[in-house]
């Protein structure tokens, strides 16, 4: 590895070495896909005080760049822009989970809000099925991009001589699917072929694929949706169901508040603190 690389690689990495390579040979890896509350809409002014700076640990991949960057609020969050003026409930479990590790995280992740499983033509913002034959022109296959945005990554570590260790999906979506019609139907097939398809494509058949429930209090909650999450936690093998049922909102009565941004990353982080 030349000087110029290696000197790049413990920027990111966190190695403190700058005359021996690291000597794990992976990036622990945690995927974030979903709707608007996965790809945050809690102001910066509402943030932690802890994360209005740098998450030194936590490496968020940026497609543009090519790279993984570390994770600052308004500049590198990986969320649909990545200069995003928002957070949200991801980085606060991944915030305690890699000091409760104390080991550097490795994000990747495509969120967009508005965004439903259902193939909406109509929907200009896109769409999570999988199906991607069945896309007409001009629909943007949200999925598709997560894999490639996977799969520049693990070209990006495969230059160091790294491998991608997958530890879990993250994935917040439904409310669109709610008020889509005909999407609600067949909202837990195309759940479930989204599920397959991402760990086949991620290379680790049995993934974690944590599910974060609709809060009742919103306007797309359903009753219907939750009962389909909860079957396929039943019928897939390692599938987790976080509730967000008593979780409070904005105004608009669609997006977690800040208070349960927060419950509700604490709450995968106890799920999860020991993968």
Do not use: C
């Amino acid at each position: 590895m030349n000087t110029a690389l290696f000197s790049f690689f413990n920027s990111i990495s966190g190695e403190n070495s700058s005359s021996t390579p690291p000597t794990n040979n992976s990036f622990d890896v945690f995927i974030s896909a979903g709707q608007s509350n996965i790809d945050g809409r809690n102001p910066l002014n509402e943030a932690p005080t802890w994360l209005q700076s740098m998450v030194p640990k936590v490496k968020v991949w940026n497609n543009t760049a090519g790279q993984f960057n570390t994770f600052q609020l308004g500049v590198n969050t990986s969320a649909d822009w990545n200069a995003s003026p928002s957070w949200a409930f991801d980085i606060i479990f991944y915030k305690m989970y890699a000091d409760y590790q104390n080991k550097n995280l490795y994000i990747v992740k495509r969120s967009k809000g508005g965004t439903p499983l259902f193939m909406d033509s109509s929907n200009d913002k896109g769409s999570w099925n999988v199906d991607y034959a069945s896309f007409p022109a001009g629909i943007t296959k949200l999925s598709q991009e997560l894999e490639t945005y996977f799969t520049n990554a693990k070209a990006f570590a495969n230059n160091y001589g790294k491998t991608l260790n997958i530890k879990a999906m993250l994935w917040y979506q439904g409310g669109t699917d709610v008020q889509t019609t005909g999407a609600l139907a067949v909202y837990k097939a195309n759940l479930i072929a989204l599920i397959n398809r991402m760990r086949t494509v991620f290379e680790s058949p049995n993934m974690p694929f944590v599910i974060i429930t609709q809060a009742e209090s919103s306007l797309t909650y359903s009753a219907s949706l939750e009962q389909y999450q909860n079957e396929i936690s039943q019928e897939l093998s390692n599938i987790y169901i976080i509730s967000a049922n008593d979780a409070t909102l904005y105004e608009d009565r669609l997006h977690l508040d800040a208070a349960s941004s927060i419950m509700v990353g604490e709450r995968v982080f106890n799920a999860l603190k020991n993968l």
